[in-house]
């Protein structure tokens, strides 16, 4: 069983822009409304603002984790996500490893174990905003 760290930190409270009921655990950015947020996909422009904590419909509250570890969903059977690698939002608002070198912007260090097939919940270290992913052996 997958042991979560909890440093106390408080979540923000944003409005979910859309329905993001099936969204808790994915990434966040926010949307063109002030204190709004929406699904991030990829190197989100604006980047990443956090990690989304509940299932909030169109207009509900929508808890957004801004900085330390949290549980994250994980994309697909090709993330091959490893333990304390750097992990980046994909196009679905998962966190995935940029295997294709494009930069996007670093989201923060995968915790869990390996992951190499299948969509699975894992927990992660988020930094927010960061550099580029670099190697992380």
């Given at each position: 069983?997958?042991?979560?760290?909890?440093?106390?930190?408080?979540?923000?409270?944003?409005?979910?822009?859309?329905?993001?009921?099936?969204?808790?655990?994915?990434?966040v950015?926010?949307?063109?409304?002030?204190?709004?947020?929406?699904?991030?996909?990829g190197?989100?422009?604006?980047?990443?603002?956090?990690?989304?904590?509940?299932?909030?419909?169109?207009?509900?509250?929508?808890?957004?984790?801004?900085?330390?570890?949290?549980?994250?969903?994980?994309?697909?059977?090709?993330?091959?996500?490893?333990?304390?690698?750097?992990?980046?939002?994909?196009?679905?608002?998962?966190?995935?490893?940029d295997?294709?070198?494009?930069?996007?912007?670093?989201?923060?260090?995968?915790l869990?174990?390996?992951?190499?097939?299948?969509?699975?919940?894992?927990?992660?270290?988020?930094?927010?905003?960061?550099?580029?992913?670099?190697?992380?052996?």
């Amino acid at each position: 069983m997958s042991t979560y760290h909890d440093i106390n930190l408080t979540d923000a409270p944003f409005i979910a822009d859309t329905d993001l009921t099936a969204k808790q655990y994915f990434f966040v950015t926010a949307a063109s409304t002030a204190n709004y947020v929406k699904l991030a996909t990829g190197a989100s422009n604006p980047a990443v603002l956090g990690i989304l904590q509940n299932s909030p419909s169109a207009g509900q509250e929508a808890r957004v984790r801004l900085l330390g570890p949290s549980k994250v969903s994980a994309a697909n059977a090709a993330c091959n996500i490893r333990l304390g690698q750097f992990v980046i939002s994909g196009s679905g608002g998962q966190a995935e490893v940029d295997g294709n070198s494009t930069c996007s912007p670093t989201c923060g260090r995968w915790l869990s174990a390996n992951v190499t097939s299948g969509s699975v919940f894992g927990e992660m270290m988020f930094y927010g905003l960061t550099a580029c992913a670099v190697s992380a052996s």
